[in-house]
């Protein structure tokens, strides 16, 4: 399941070391369908992986060996730093005000 936000950007859910929260994306994001027609993107030549990241997954059909060596040394040393840091959460309480009780 992909999640995108306003201006496009996907968000790949993570699991999380917690068995109450399945899904991580950003708070703006929503759950679109793939059937609108998204501004075309020209596709990558470099080997950055970390701009290779942020190119559309359709784009990944046409990557060389190279492209896909420079993604995947890229999603390992982010995972490799994700693993190194502890986990974190964050918590919002809403509480309801009632006016005019003391």
Known sequence: ???????????VPVPLPTHEVTDAVAVDARRVSRSHVRKPMPVYAGTDGAELAAQPRSHRRR????????????????TDLAESDPPAAAVWVVRRHDRGTA
């Open 1 to 11: 399941m992909i999640y995108r936000d306003e201006s496009g950007v996907e968000y």
């Open 63 to 78: 990557w060389t060996d190279r492209q896909w060596l420079a993604f995947e040394e890229h999603v390992r040393l982010e």
